[in-house]
Nanobody, 122 residues
Framework: VQLVESGGGLVQAGGSLKLSCEVS????????IAWFRQVPGKEREVVSG????????YYTDSVKGRFTISSDTAKNTVHLQMKRLQPEDTALYYC????????????????WGRGTQVTISS
């Protein structure tokens, strides 16, 4: 089982980035995929998630209306489109997978990628 994130980078405030999480070793539509982010000294927090079987999406309040999560089961990939980025969005972003049902708690995820850095300059 492997999750590989890509798409991070450095952009100015107000800009956009699209993160991708390519998964292998399991059927994407049997799992929920979530994006978490973490900054040094703070707890890992959920950003968004999707139950790929039915497409139900979840967002933390601070990103609603700015971020969109989507899944492409044919390519075993989950995307996170991020718009109107702000300096407070700066973090290391991880994707994670757990069987079937979405959870907003990082401790309930079984598989993790290594992360992709997102840095927003003011």
């Amino acid at each position: 089982v492997q999750l590989v994130e890509s798409g991070g980078g450095l952009v100015q405030a107000g800009g956009s980035l699209k993160l991708s999480c390519e998964v292998s070793g399991f059927r994407l539509d049997d799992y929920a995929i979530a994006w978490f982010r973490q900054v040094p000294g703070k707890e890992r927090e959920v950003v968004s998630g999707i139950s790929t079987r039915d497409g139900t999406a979840y967002y933390t309040d601070s990103v609603k209306g700015r971020f969109t999560i989507s899944s492409d089961t044919a390519k075993n990939t989950v995307h996170l489109q991020m718009k109107r980025l702000q300096p407070e969005d700066t973090a290391l972003y991880y994707c994670a997978a757990r069987w079937f049902r979405y959870s907003d708690f990082w401790g309930e995820y079984d598989y993790w990628g290594r992360g992709t850095q997102v840095t927003i300059s003011s």
